[in-house]
């Protein structure tokens, strides 16, 4: 004789109603962890978008200045000491520190008389809330202390780090395609 005493049966065997009790807590719980987990992925995925967002206003600033000629508010998102590291388009190889980028920026800009056009393309950004890199396409033009037109287009790829809370160039790459058969740099830079 099976006799049956407030329990239900399945597919292995016997289950106190305790049992479909903690079945129910098991459901809830793994329904809230998920609420939880989905509250996270949303919680960093939006400050992701901030601190994209913050790097893309940061890069637009020093565009807009430095068209301008303003290379205190230009030169204003790299990190403002010794450990920034430039490796530049053109001679010299390479730069170690504010002072020697700023140095560089002047004599750049010095070339030019009157305005200069600068604009910006084709910004990709990637960040963990700590570091970040970015890439973009980069077209300055204007004229040369002789009346000659300049215009060069080049790639910038760029090394973020979040600073007491604040985002800053600490790595920066400039180059020019080069034409390997002839040697020379390719300054419009077409796709």
């Known amino acids: 004789m099976i006799e049956r005493r407030n329990s239900v049966w399945n597919h292995a065997g016997p289950q106190s109603s305790n049992g479909a009790t903690s079945?129910?807590?098991?459901v809830i719980l793994g329904v809230v962890a998920g609420a939880i987990a989905l509250f996270v992925f949303a919680r960093q995925s939006s400050a992701k978008e901030s601190d994209e967002a913050k790097i893309r206003a940061m890069e637009a600033a020093m565009i807009k200045a430095y068209?301008?000629?303003?290379?205190?508010k230009g030169l204003a998102g790299y990190?403002?000491?010794?450990?920034?590291?430039?490796?530049?388009?053109?001679?010299p190889r390479q730069y170690?520190?504010?002072?020697?980028?700023?140095?560089?920026?002047?004599?750049?800009i010095a070339m030019f008389q009157g305005p200069l056009k600068l604009e910006m393309s084709d910004l990709s950004i990637t960040t963990n809330g700590k570091l970040?890199?970015?890439?973009?396409?980069?077209?300055?033009?204007?004229?040369?202390?002789n009346g000659k037109p300049i215009d060069m287009t080049f790639r910038v790829s760029d090394?973020?780090?979040k600073i007491n809370g604040?985002?800053?160039?600490?790595?920066?790459?400039?180059?020019?395609?080069?034409d390997v058969v002839s040697g020379?740099?390719?300054l419009s830079s077409k796709p």
């Open 23 to 26: 079945m129910k807590k098991l």
């Open 67 to 72: 068209a301008a000629k303003d290379l205190d």
């Open 79 to 91: 990190v403002q000491d010794e450990t920034l590291f430039v490796f530049d388009a053109i001679p």
């Open 96 to 108: 170690v520190g504010i002072k020697a980028w700023r140095a560089d920026n002047e004599a750049f």
């Open 132 to 145: 970040g890199f970015g890439h973009n396409i980069q077209r300055i033009s204007g004229t040369d202390k």
């Open 159 to 161: 090394g973020y780090k």
């Open 166 to 178: 604040k985002w800053m160039i600490v790595e920066e790459h400039l180059s020019f395609p080069v």
């Open 184 to 186: 020379k740099a390719d």
